[in-house]
T-cell receptor, first 113, second 112 residues
Framework: EAEVAQSPRYKITEKSQAVAFWCDPI?????LYWYRQILGQGPELLVQ????????DSQLPKDRFSAERLKGVDSTLKIQPAELGDSAMYLC???????????FGPGTRLLVL | GQNIDQPTEMTATEGAIVQINCTYQ??????LFWYQQHAGEAPTFLSY????GLEEKGRFSSFLSRSKGYSYLLLKELQMKDSASYLC?????????????FGKGTTLSVSS
């Protein structure tokens, strides 16, 4: 069964450092989402891509976060500089198209010290 | 505004039936989803409702009433492995994107 791949699974960093997360969606899925989930909360959208284009990045803290999906396949989310409040689970999800069911990857758990 | 409410915690016994309720207020509506999330893991898709009524899938059923802004997830013949967080999520449809708006999740504990 096809799955969304993410790496790394865990990341510990110090504040002010740069971190990057990678996501490889299910093959053929045009839509890719990055969500952030704080412990005890539901996931919240950071950015949505349709192929290589950004559809919605209204909730992305653009002063420190950036995301790209250059070839419309895999995607990278970067934080620079990391802050203590960025500690969370970063989830990538993909769907065949915008209105199809979203399938989540295993997530990257980030701890900022 | 956008708001999705679900109970924080529920407990049940193995073999029983449990109903997890979800109420929502969103700018638009283009479908309601239920996901299961075990501790430290990613959410996994359980069910999808876009029209009023009941959708059944094995031990799991989900109901939607759009006029009431209400949904529930029904779990039958509970098993220990059903202990998890259950997330209710709405696709707003009025936003530029099609991302889901999630509730905070309901932590279900199943005991023997």
């Amino acid at each position: 069964e096809a799955e969304v791949a993410q790496s790394p699974r865990y990341k510990i960093t110090e504040k002010s450092q740069a971190v990057a997360f990678w996501c490889d969606p299910i093959s053929g899925h045009a839509t890719l989402y990055w969500y952030r989930q704080i412990l005890g909360q539901g996931p919240e959208l950071l950015v949505q891509f349709q192929d290589e284009s950004v559809v919605d990045d209204s909730q992305l803290p653009k002063d420190r976060f950036s995301a790209e999906r250059l070839k419309g396949v895999d995607s990278t989310l970067k934080i620079q500089p990391a802050e203590l409040g960025d500690s969370a689970m970063y989830l990538c999800a993909s769907s065949l198209d915008r209105k199809e069911t979203q399938y989540f990857g295993p997530g990257t758990r980030l701890l900022v010290l | 505004g956008q708001n999705i409410d679900q109970p924080t915690e529920m407990t049940a016994t193995e073999g029983a039936i449990v109903q997890i309720n979800c109420t929502y207020q969103t700018s638009g509506f283009n479908g309601l989803f239920w996901y299961q999330q075990h501790a430290g893991e990613a959410p996994t898709f359980l069910s999808y409702n876009v029209l009023d009524g009941l959708e059944e899938k094995g031990r799991f059923s989900s109901f939607l009433s759009r006029s009431k802004g209400y949904s529930y997830l029904l779990l039958k013949e509970l098993q220990m492995k059903d202990s998890a967080s259950y997330l209710c999520a709405v696709r707003d449809g009025a936003q530029a994107g099609t991302a889901l708006i999630f509730g905070k999740g309901t932590t279900l504990s199943v005991s023997s």
